[in-house]
């Protein structure tokens, strides 16, 4: 089975400041997704990334997917109250027959006014 | 168009009860994904479901934990005797094919007393 690993676990930041988080593995993925959950809510998915070394902008979020397909990092510019919420990245994982996606334990970022 | 339906929000239920979650996918999705969410450890799959298959349960717990997804109807997941440790937040996610992004409900949170 493949792990997806986060880092950091807990991140509290003030609004405006940057920040990166990190999604590390020790396997290779074909893709990578993230999602953020508030909550009592479902994850909602941001972005997938496919290619090894593409980078994808989604306002002022940019993901990026490592040249080894083996890690990701989402790194948020000038961050805002709303950007308050629970980061997942996640995997298909082939180990079983049919694959399922994995999930790593996710980043719980807090933005304070 | 509505996104993917879990009921009940809120399940309150005594050791030993059973308890049935019950979760509608997506128009025109026909995978069906269900985690379990426990505070700082991320969401574990438990098993994926196509119409009135079992794709994949490695996930699932062998006893007490059952799944379904009928031809007709919700997918249901169905826990008998019910213990504290079952506490959680259940989610069902579905998708319209196989390693697509998953489309999340809002959960099914369980508190056993």
């Known amino acids: 089975t493949q792990l997806l690993e986060q880092s950091p676990q807990f991140l509290s930041i003030q609004e405006g400041e940057n920040l990166t988080v990190y999604c590390n593995s020790s396997s290779v993925f074909s893709s990578l997704q993230w999602y953020r959950q508030e909550p009592g809510e479902g994850p909602v998915l941001l972005v997938t990334?496919?290619?090894?070394?593409e980078v994808k902008k989604l306002k002022r979020l940019t993901f990026q997917f490592g040249d080894a397909r083996k890690d990701s990092s989402l790194h948020i510019t000038a961050a805002q109250t709303g950007d308050t919420g629970l980061y997942l990245c996640a995997g298909w994982d082939y180990g079983g027959s049919q694959g399922n996606l994995i999930f790593g334990k996710g980043t719980k970022l807090s933005v304070k006014p | 168009n509505a996104g993917v339906m879990q009921n009940p929000r809120h399940l309150v239920r005594r050791r030993g009860q059973e308890a049935r979650l019950r979760c509608s996918p997506m128009k025109g999705h026909s995978h069906v994904y269900w985690y379990r969410q426990l505070p700082e450890e991320g969401l574990k799959f438990m098993v994926y479901l196509q119409k009135e298959n079992i794709i994949d349960e490695s996930g699932m717990p062998k006893e007490r934990f059952s799944a379904e997804f009928p031809k007709e109807g919700p997918s249901i997941l169905r826990i008998q005797q019910v213990v504290r440790g079952d506490s959680a937040a259940y989610f069902c996610?579905?998708?319209?094919?196989?390693?697509?992004?998953?489309?999340f409900g809002n959960g099914t949170r369980l508190t056993v007393t």
């Open positions: 996610a579905s998708s319209p094919r196989q390693n697509s992004p998953l489309h």
């Open positions: 990334v496919v290619t090894g070394g």
